[in-house]
């Protein structure tokens, strides 16, 4: 879950990414970027995708994508050495 604060610390906005919309196989958020403009952030998650949404403060709009980066996500599994 993501929340788009304003500069008192208020919460203007929330993107939650574990919304069927987004089809992220570990939605959690693990870094953002906002572009200068305040139009466009990059959110990457643990499942090792990046997805660009555009978002609009005002009217609390998110246009949800698919990501456009995918990388090399395995669950972690636990492995015995004894049998």
């Given at each position: 879950?993501?929340?788009?604060?304003?500069?008192?610390?208020?919460?203007?906005?929330?993107?939650?990414?574990?919304?069927?919309?987004?089809?992220?196989?570990s939605p959690g958020v693990r870094?953002?970027?906002?572009?200068?403009?305040?139009?466009?952030?990059?959110?990457?998650?643990?499942?090792?995708e990046i997805y660009e949404l555009?978002?609009?403060?005002?009217?609390?709009?998110?246009?949800?994508?698919?990501?456009?980066?995918?990388?090399?996500?395995?669950?972690?599994?636990?492995?015995?050495?004894?049998?």
């Amino acid at each position: 879950m993501v929340f788009i604060m304003d500069r008192e610390l208020n919460s203007t906005m929330s993107i939650n990414m574990s919304e069927a919309g987004y089809g992220s196989i570990s939605p959690g958020v693990r870094s953002l970027a906002l572009d200068p403009t305040k139009k466009n952030l990059l959110l990457g998650t643990f499942g090792s995708e990046i997805y660009e949404l555009a978002i609009e403060v005002e009217s609390q709009l998110v246009n949800p994508s698919s990501p456009f980066m995918h990388g090399h996500y395995a669950p972690c599994k636990k492995v015995s050495l004894i049998p």
